[in-house]
C-alpha cells in the first residue's frame, strides 16, 4: 500500500510503499535515505500523535492513502526550514511563565468588557478559565486541523 509523508516544515509530500507490518523505524531508516534525514532527527505523526519507533502501523490503523507528518528536530535545519516545532513550543513554554504582564489582543479584550460587568476577582476569575478552555481546545487539534486552518487564514489575506 501506498501512504504519504509530509514533511511538515519544509511543505514537501513523499509517497512512501509500506507493508502495514512495516515498523516506525523502519520507515525512518526509509525516509533517512530518500529526504537526507538523520533517523535520530526525525518524529512521525498520526492525526497530532507522534508514532513509536517499536510500533508496526498496523496499531495505528494506517491504510492507503493515510498521511503521515515528519516533524525534522530543531538541532538539523533543512534548507527551506526557518522554525520548527520544538522552537514553538519553547515559545509558548516561556511566554506562559509572562502570561499576566503581556496579554494578547484577544484577553485584553476580553478583559474590558468583562470588566464592565464583573468585579475584578470574577474578571480575573474568567480570564483563567478562558484561557485554560481556549489552551485545551487548541491542544486537540491535529496537525490536519491546524494546517487547514492556515490554509484558510493565507487564502483571507490574498
Known amino acids: 500500500m501506498f501512504i504519504y509523508i509530509k514533511l511538515l516544515n519544509g511543505g514537501t509530500e513523499t ?3 509500506v507493508s502495514p507490518l512495516d515498523s516506525v523505524s523502519e520507515i525512518k531508516s526509509r525516509l ?3 529526504l537526507n534525514v538523520p533517523v535520530n532527527q526525525q518524529k512521525l505523526v498520526l492525526k497530532g500523535k507522534p508514532l513509536l519507533d517499536g510500533s508496526v502501523l498496523h496499531d495505528y490503523d494506517v491504510i492507503e492513502g ?3 507528518h515528519l516533524i525534522v528536530s530543531k538541532n538539523y535545519s533543512l534548507p527551506s526550514q526557518t ?3 520544538d522552537q514553538i513550543n519553547n515559545r509558548q513554554n516561556n511566554s506562559g511563565n509572562s502570561q499576566h504582564n503581556e496579554q494578547s489582543p484577544l484577553m485584553n479584550n476580553l478583559r474590558a468588557v468583562a470588566t464592565k460587568w ?3 476577582h470574577d474578571t480575573e476569575a474568567l480570564l ?3 484561557h485554560t478552555e481556549l489552551k485545551n481546545v487548541v491542544d486537540q487539534l491535529s496537525l490536519d486541523d491546524i494546517e487547514k ?3 484558510d487564514r493565507v487564502s483571507e489575506t490574498l
Do not use: S, V
Open 66 to 68: 493515510t498521511k503521515l
Open 15 to 17: 509517497k512512501l510503499e
Open 128 to 130: 483563567t478559565a478562558f
Open 118 to 120: 464583573l468585579d475584578p
Open 32 to 34: 533517512a535515505y530518500q
Open 149 to 151: 486552518l492556515c490554509a
Open 83 to 85: 522554525t520548527t516545532t
